[in-house]
């Protein structure tokens, strides 16, 4: 049996360039759950706790059925009432949508099906299958700590996008290719991304 490995079959979407460029990226499929707060808060590590029990379910019902595929790396949306927040540290007025990627296959059904399999735990029942149209983005590889985001994020707010004409779609996306708890923070690999739209005129 093959199994699906999407970090290494869909380049654009797990990408390895170091500064920011143009992409385009269809509808994909997620396990998604919302909260609000700094990552390192309650609310977020109950967000995993949620998540990855049901993706696993998913993952070995499809495996049973012939198509297995590697759980990928969880990422997260971000957004705020006043987004300067991202680049001036107020980690507490974060707003996030946890995600974890699904195969194309993976509908409403195998949801259903793995939550009535997985042991019951912390806010399982929230957890939504979504279909995420970013489109067209930006983004780029950030490696090192999570707090050296903000100056790569604020040269993307203040200088490239104007230049693009286009503002912001959807919410900031970060996908978590490093696991934190086994990586130090200065090789952390993290890909930042921004859905964008064209200026109204």
């Not at 699906?4 to 797990?14: A, F, H, Q, V, W």
């Not at 509908?107 to 029942?125: E, F, H, M, S």
């Not at 900031?172 to 921004?194: F, V, W």
Request: net charge neutral.
């Amino acid at each position: 049996m093959t199994k699906l490995e999407l970090k290494k079959t869909d380049k654009t979407y797990y990408t390895t360039h170091k500064d920011w460029h143009r992409v385009t990226l269809p509808p994909i499929p997620y396990l998604a759950i919302t909260g609000e707060g700094a990552p390192e808060g309650p609310g977020y590590a109950e967000a995993m706790q949620a998540l990855y029990p049901l993706a696993y379910a998913i993952k070995f019902r499809s495996k049973g059925e012939g198509r297995d595929f590697t759980v990928p790396p969880v990422s997260t949306q971000w957004w705020a009432d006043d987004p300067t927040v991202f680049t001036t540290g107020d980690r507490a007025a974060w707003k996030w949508r946890a995600l974890i990627r699904m195969p194309d296959w993976v509908d409403q059904a195998y949801l259903d099906a793995a939550r009535a399999t997985a042991k019951p735990g912390p806010r399982r029942d929230e957890v939504t299958l979504d279909m995420i149209d970013e489109g067209d983005c930006f983004q780029m590889l950030h490696i090192g700590p999570y707090s050296e985001e903000a100056p790569k994020l604020a040269r993307l707010h203040d200088e490239i996008m104007p230049e693009a004409q286009v503002t912001f779609g959807l919410p900031h996306h970060e996908i978590y290719i490093s696991n934190p708890g086994r990586t130090a923070p200065e090789k952390l690999k993290t890909i930042l991304r921004q859905p964008v739209v064209p200026i109204p005129k």
